[in-house]
């Protein structure tokens, strides 16, 4: 059964500096991996999809790179403000287990101005 | 806006009440699902539709039903609810199954029973 872990837990940065979120998985059997963002009593909202052929994606400060091979992948912000804060979320898409999305339990944000 | 539209956002049930959520997204999404989330457990799935016409139980269906109304619509029903089904409830949406694709998820519907 595909485990995803996410390490730390929660996180505290003063702003300026840069995240480092990290995601493991233990079957590098998927489709895609996927992290996510989520806003206090909110929704999900998507940020990057890495697809199992890619090694990274990159949206503005945002950067997630996948390493399927050891089973890992890594979210990096730059330059952290404090609206970064949230919980952020990653999910992998097995290919032995149509339509289920494997989460984390998330890793908690918080940027000090 | 397009995207995954979720009613109620807020419902409190009493015990062994029952009541339906209901999930609606204009995307033209093939596939939609319903994911619970618990504090410290991560999102879980319940119910999945991979296209209009069918339905497959996730990891969690026991207590639930569903309804793939139409394509657009995907609706979870609790028929007599229980405490343990106190979570807050995640529709996604996403084109295609196993492919690759992303999912579009919902605001949330959070529920407390009683």
């Known amino acids: 059964k595909q485990e995803v872990t996410q390490i730390p837990a929660a996180l505290s940065v003063p702003e300026g500096e840069n995240l480092v979120l990290n995601c493991s998985f233990t079957?590098?059997?998927?489709?895609?991996l996927q992290w996510f963002r989520q806003d206090p009593g909110k929704g999900l909202t998507s940020l990057l999809l890495?697809?199992?052929?890619?090694r990274e994606q990159t949206s503005g400060r945002l950067n997630a790179s996948l390493d399927k091979s050891s089973g890992r992948s890594t979210l990096y912000i730059a330059a952290s403000q404090p609206g970064d804060s949230a919980t952020y979320l990653c999910?992998?898409?097995?290919?032995?287990?149509?339509?289920?999305?494997?989460f984390g339990a998330g890793t908690q944000v918080v940027v000090t101005p | 806006n397009a995207g995954v539209t979720q009613t109620p956002k807020f419902q409190v049930l009493k015990t062994g009440q029952s009541m339906t959520l209901q999930c609606a997204q204009d995307?033209?999404?093939?596939?939609m699902y319903w994911y619970r989330q618990d504090p410290g457990m991560g999102l879980r799935l319940i119910y999945y539709?991979?296209?209009?016409?069918?339905?497959d139980k996730g990891e969690v269906p026991n207590g639930y039903n569903v309804s793939r109304l139409n394509k657009r619509e995907f609706s979870l029903r609790l028929e007599s609810a229980a405490p343990s089904q106190t979570s807050v409830y995640f529709c996604?949406?996403?084109?295609?199954?196993?492919?690759?694709?992303?999912?579009?998820f919902g605001s949330g519907t959070r529920l407390t029973v009683v």
């Open positions: 996604a949406s996403s084109e295609a199954g196993g492919a690759g694709y992303g999912y579009t």
């Open positions: 079957d590098s059997a998927i489709y895609n």
């Open positions: 890495i697809q199992s052929s890619q």
């Open positions: 999910a992998v898409r097995t290919t032995d287990s149509w339509g289920k999305l494997q």
């Open positions: 995307m033209n999404h093939n596939s």
């Open positions: 539709s991979a296209s209009e016409g069918t339905t």
